[in-house]
């Protein structure tokens, strides 16, 4: 067990439909990154996170948005969905920013959309 | 832009031998930092090793070690005495330096690991 939990585990829903994902980083850990793991796109960074500021971007759709919360935990927004959206949301913590700053992967949350 | 390539979709390894999965990474940052992460078929992400561009030694953490050849732009994971847990994705990363945007990190494709008894 990382430490970092994701909620809801899984997710099934229908194209156009928003849904809300989140995530409560380590205890301690300031930093709260995205991820999407699809078959054929593979692992993808989407967004970064420290004490509430974005820090980086990756390949995030604009039909995705997130934020970051004072107590720390994190939302990723998904609206709009197609069913290309399909796929494992990680997020993960870690202390702070730079050097190995070690990130704990939460258990993914897996959205269905049909 | 950072890219790191993985050229191995699979692999497999006879129990208690060691094995190596290749990595090469591109990137015009003077600092950065190269990760492996190992996924087992129950998805869970798994932090391995980390090697930093300034770091004058190869890192070591138990079984696993990493070849970093920085003017090969290479950061191959070497896992010794291979156990039959060790089946999984194994997949590569990198964190980019300040020129790219400093906490962006890029995935390799994975190599799939397969143990044999």
């Known amino acids: 067990d990382s430490g970092v939990t994701q909620t809801p585990k899984h997710l099934i829903t229908a194209t156009g439909q928003r849904v809300t994902l989140r995530c409560s980083p380590r205890s301690g850990d300031l930093s709260v990154y995205w991820y999407q793991q699809s078959l054929d796109q593979g692992l993808q960074f989407l967004i970064h996170?420290?004490?509430?500021?974005?820090?980086a971007k990756g390949n995030i759709l604009e039909r995705f948005s997130a934020q970051q919360f004072p107590d720390l935990h994190s939302e990723l927004n998904l609206s709009s969905l197609e069913l290309g959206d399909s796929a494992l949301y990680f997020c993960a913590s870690s202390v702070g920013t730079g050097g190995k700053n070690e990130q704990f992967f939460g258990p993914g949350t897996r959205l269905t959309v049909l | 832009a950072q890219k790191i390539t993985q050229t191995q979709p699979g692999m497999f390894v006879q129990e208690k031998e060691a094995v190596t999965l290749d990595c090469t990474y591109d990137t015009s940052d003077p600092s950065y930092g190269l990760f492996w992460y190992k996924q087992p078929s129950s998805g869970e992400m798994i932090f391995l090793i980390y090697?930093?561009?300034?770091?004058?030694q190869n890192a070591t953490e138990g079984r696993y070690s990493l070849n970093f050849q920085k003017a090969r732009k290479s950061a191959n994971l070497v896992i010794s005495a291979s156990q039959l847990g060790d089946s999984a994705m194994y997949f590569c990363a990198m964190r980019g330096g300040f020129s790219g945007g400093y906490q962006k990190v890029t995935f390799g494709t994975g190599t799939k690991l397969q143990v044999i008894p």
């Open positions: 996170y420290y004490n509430g500021e974005e820090r």
């Open positions: 090697q930093g561009s300034y770091d004058q």
